[in-house]
Nanobody, 129 residues
Framework: DVQLVESGGGSMQAGGSLRLSCAVS????????LAWFRQVPGKRREGVAA???????AYADSEKGRATISKDKAKTTLYLDMRSAKYEDSAMYYC????????????????????????WGQGTQVTVS
C-alpha cells in the first residue's frame, strides 16, 4: 500500500512562487514514477510534471521554464517549485505515482489525464489572484 500526501498549497498573487510537497510512504521501490497533475472543476485533469526513477524530469509545455520537479535523495518527498505564477495555474494539485512506469514511460505519462497512475494523493488547492 502506498500513501501520497500533498502540502504547500494556498493563495498567492500572480507572479509569485510556491513550493508544493508530496510525502511518499509505503511499499515502493527505487523504480517508482512520480508526477504532479492538476484539475480545475469542470475541466479534464492535466499533467504538470513527472520525474522518473533516475531523476529525469519532464514538463507540460505550459510549465516549461516555470516549474521544477524534484525529489529528495531518500525519495520520500516529491516537490514542485513553481515560478511566475499565473491565474491559469489555479487548480487542485495532485501527486501521483506508479511502480510500473519507467524512463520514458514515466515522463510521457503526463501527456494523458493520469489514467496510467495507480496511486494518488488527496490534493492541495492552489489559488492565484
Amino acid at each position: 500500500d502506498v500513501q501520497l500526501v500533498e502540502s504547500g498549497g494556498g493563495s498567492m498573487q500572480a507572479g509569485g512562487s510556491l513550493r508544493l510537497s508530496c510525502a511518499v510512504s509505503g511499499d515502493i521501490d527505487d523504480r517508482y514514477c512520480l508526477a504532479w497533475f492538476r484539475q480545475v472543476p469542470g475541466k479534464r485533469r492535466e499533467g504538470v510534471a513527472a520525474i522518473d526513477e533516475e531523476g529525469h524530469p519532464a514538463y507540460a509545455d505550459s510549465e516549461k521554464g516555470r516549474a521544477t520537479i524534484s525529489k529528495d535523495k531518500a525519495k520520500t518527498t516529491l516537490y514542485l517549485d513553481m515560478r511566475s505564477a499565473k491565474y491559469e495555474d489555479s487548480a487542485m494539485y495532485y501527486c501521483a505515482g506508479d511502480p510500473r512506469l519507467f524512463y520514458r514511460g514515466c515522463t510521457t505519462a503526463i501527456e494523458g489525464t493520469g489514467e496510467l497512475f495507480d496511486d494518488w494523493g488527496q490534493g492541495t488547492q492552489v489559488t492565484v489572484s
